[in-house]
């Protein structure tokens, strides 16, 4: 069965460096999303991205975040300089079809990366 | 805005009892409800979803889910608890305004006993 694949599994990094988290979504999806879990909290929607820009972002993904689609395949997640308050774990996810979630369509996620700030 | 509460972060059952996981939502317009499961080092897999058509909705492994609009409620259950179940599950809804996101509960882990 076709998957979200996402690496790292693990990273750990020092506050004030960049990161770039990468993910593979399903090869026919249109729709691509990132959402994190910080430990012990809600799993919380960053942003969506459908037909190479964001569709949607919540008020966590400030300047620091940026996402791309640099190739027919990988989407990915920057975070420019990070934070204590970053490490979570980060899911990648996607879903098939116009509309997105609106138009009935199911969300698949990848395992997720577990981003460590220290 | 839309909200999702769990009832019971934590809920425990014997082998072979009824799984009850309780979820409410509120929304100012018909939602769209899921059931996510996250078993050990996995990522969120879809149990089941709602979208406006059956309030009974069957989903994989057995579990099955009621949309109760009067109780908005969408509670999660299976009439008899596998090893295998023990698992963190997450109700998750749809915004509303036509943003195309979930927004999840904070989760119920549930444990099962022999």
């Known amino acids: 069965e076709p998957e979200v694949t996402q690496t790292p599994s693990h990273q750990v990094t020092q506050m004030g460096q960049e990161v770039i988290l990468r993910c593979v979504p399903i090869s026919n999806h249109l729709y691509f999303y990132w959402y994190r879990q910080i430990l012990g909290q809600k799993v919380e929607f960053l942003v969506s991205f459908y037909n190479n820009e964001i569709s949607e972002k919540s008020e966590i993904f400030d300047d620091q975040f940026s996402v791309e689609r640099p190739d027919g395949s990988n989407f990915t997640l920057k975070i420019r300089s990070t934070k204590l308050e970053d490490s979570a774990m980060y899911f990648c996810?996607?879903?098939?079809?116009?509309?997105?979630?609106?138009?009935?369509?199911?969300?698949?996620f990848g395992e997720g990366s577990w981003l460590t700030v220290v | 805005a839309q909200s999702v509460t769990q009832l019971g972060s934590h809920v425990s059952v014997s082998e072979g009892a009824l799984v009850l996981l309780r979820c409410n939502y509120s929304?100012?317009?018909?939602?769209?409800l899921f059931w996510y499961v996250q078993y050990p080092n996995q990522g969120l897999q879809l149990l089941l979803k709602?979208?406006?058509?059956?309030?009974l909705v069957k989903g994989i492994n057995g579990f099955e889910a009621e949309f109760k609009k009067s109780e908005t409620s969408f509670h999660l259950t299976k009439p008899s608890a596998h090893m295998s179940d023990a698992a963190e599950y997450f109700c998750?809804?749809?915004?509303?305004?036509?943003?195309?996101?979930?927004?999840f509960g904070a989760g119920t882990r549930l444990a099962v006993h022999p």
């Open positions: 996810a996607s879903s098939p079809g116009t509309g997105g979630l609106l138009a009935g369509n199911t969300i698949y």
């Open positions: 709602y979208t406006s058509a059956a309030t």
């Open positions: 929304s100012s317009v018909p939602p769209y």
């Open positions: 998750a809804v749809s915004a509303a305004g036509g943003y195309n996101k979930l927004i």
